[in-house]
DNA sequence: TTGACATGGTGTAAAGAGTACACTATGTTG
DNA sequence: CAACATAGTGTACTCTTTACACCATGTCAA
C-alpha cells in the first residue's frame, strides 16, 4: 500500500500507432480484457511506472504490444478530464508512434486480449476519451506532413519514389501531382539514390533510395 | 491520508505567462519559500486538485498569481523526468499564458513570496527544470508568430498597427518591413479599423484596430 | 521477335507569394 | 510657421508553387 498526505491521480501513457498496410492509414488498437469498457477497443496504453519517465513508459507499451523499438514516437497532449476513467481519476500523456510496414509484426496476442489494425475511416468505438486523442493524433500527422519530414518514418530501408508518393497521397487522402511532388521531395536532400532499381512487373524499373538520416525528422522552411 | 495500492505520482501545472512591458518580452516568475529550491526562482503552479481538469489547474494557478482571468492559455507539453523534483515523482503539465499589457495588474503578493516580471533574456537562475519549460515554451511563442494569429492576443482592445509591429518585432527580436508588415497583416483580415484615431504626441495620428475575433487563434495560410 | 502494356521518369510556363526599398502626409509644439 | 516625429503608401524583382503531357524502359504473351 502507498499513502500520501494528498490524494494523487493515477497516470497513464496511451500510445496512438500508426501504420500503412494496404494503401490505408491503419492504427493498432486491443480489446479491452477487463472492466471498465470491457471488450471495447481502446489504445494500448498502461499506467506509468516510478521509475520510468514518461517516453520510456511510451516506448514500454508500444514495444509490449508491438514488439517494434526504435520507431518514431512523439508526445502528442496530455488528457486530464476529471471524469474520464470511471475507476479513479486517470491522467493520461497521449503519444503517438509511426511503424514502418516492414517492421510491422504483431506480437502474439498473450492474454486473452485480442489486437488489430484498424483503418482510420473503419475505427470502431472507443473506450474513454481515445476517440479524441485518435483526431488528434490523426491531425497532428496530417500537419506534420508539410512542414517536416515526418512521412520518412514509414518508409522501408529502401523504396521507391512512387511509394514515397503514395504515402503522402494517403495520408492526405487526396492526389499529388508526379512532377512536382518529385521535385520538391528531392528539393528537401532528405533522401538519396541507393544506385539500385527494383524491378517489378512488366514495365520499367525503379530508381530505389534511402533516408540520409532516418532517425532525425526535420522541421522544413 | 490517501493510500493506493500501486505508487502515484504527483501531478502539477505549470505556467510560463508571457507579457509585453518596455519593448521586452517578461516572463512571470516566482521566488520559491520552501523547499526544495528555497528562494530560488521559479514558475507559478501547483498540484492539480482532483476535481479540476489540467486547464482549469492552470488557470486557477495563473488568477492566484496574477488576477487576470480570461486570458490565452495553451498547453505547452508534459515534463515527466523520475528525477525532476526531489521530494516525489511530479510530473508536470506546462501552459503558456499570454497577457496583453493593460491587463496586467500584479496581485499584492499574498504569503511572503515575491513575484517579478523578468525578461526572457535576463531570467535568473531557476529551479527544478524550469528553465526547459521556458525554453520550449519561448520556441513555441516564436514559432507560432508565424503560422498564427497569436500575437493579437498581447494586443489591448485598440492599437495602432506600429504598436502591433513593435510586438512582432520584439518576439522576434529583429526588425521588420514596414509595408511588408501592414500589407501581410490586413491580408488576413484578422484586424479592422476603429474609425476612430489616436493622437499622442507632435507628429500625424494613427488609425486605431481592434481584433476582430479576439478569442480566436486562426491558423494560418 | 515484336507489339501491347504498365509504371518510371522528365521540363516549362504561368500565377502567386514574399521581399526590398523611399518618399509624402499630418499632426504638435516652440 | 517651421521643425519635428511618426503615419501611411506602391512598385519592381525574386522565389515558390502550381498546372500540365509525353517519352523511356522493362516484361510478357502471341
Redesign the interface.
Known amino acids: 500500500?502507498?499513502?500520501?498526505?494528498?490524494?494523487?491521480?493515477?497516470?497513464t501513457t496511451d500510445v496512438v500507432v500508426f501504420t500503412l498496410r494496404d494503401q490505408e492509414l491503419k492504427l493498432l488498437l486491443i480489446k479491452r480484457g477487463g472492466d471498465p469498457y470491457k471488450g471495447k477497443w481502446a489504445l494500448p496504453g498502461g499506467?506509468?511506472q516510478?521509475?520510468?519517465?514518461?517516453d520510456s513508459s511510451a516506448r514500454r507499451e508500444l514495444a509490449e504490444e508491438t514488439g517494434v523499438s526504435g520507431v518514431y514516437l512523439e508526445?502528442l497532449?496530455?488528457?486530464?478530464?476529471?471524469n474520464r476513467d470511471p475507476r479513479e481519476?486517470v491522467?493520461t500523456?497521449a503519444y503517438y508512434a509511426l511503424i514502418p510496414s516492414d517492421k510491422l509484426q504483431l506480437r502474439a496476442a498473450t492474454d486473452a486480449e485480442a489486437v488489430g489494425w484498424f483503418g482510420i475511416d473503419e475505427l470502431p468505438r472507443l473506450a474513454f476519451d481515445h476517440r479524441d486523442i485518435v483526431r488528434l493524433a490523426h491531425q497532428r500527422l496530417v500537419a506534420k506532413l508539410d512542414y517536416s519530414t515526418i512521412a520518412f518514418q514509414f518508409m522501408p530501408m529502401e523504396f521507391t519514389l512512387s511509394e514515397l508518393q503514395a504515402v503522402y497521397q494517403t495520408i492526405l487522402q487526396e492526389p499529388v501531382d508526379k512532377r512536382n511532388f518529385r521535385k520538391w521531395i528531392l528539393a528537401l536532400e532528405g533522401i538519396e539514390e541507393t544506385g539500385e532499381e527494383r524491378r517489378d512487373g512488366a514495365h520499367r524499373p525503379a530508381m530505389l533510395y534511402r533516408v540520409k538520416h532516418p532517425n532525425k525528422v526535420e522541421i522544413i522552411k
Open positions: 500500500m502507498y499513502t500520501y498526505a494528498y490524494p494523487h491521480p493515477a497516470v499506467f506509468v516510478m521509475d520510468e519517465d514518461l508526445q497532449y496530455t488528457f486530464g478530464a476529471v481519476r491522467i500523456v
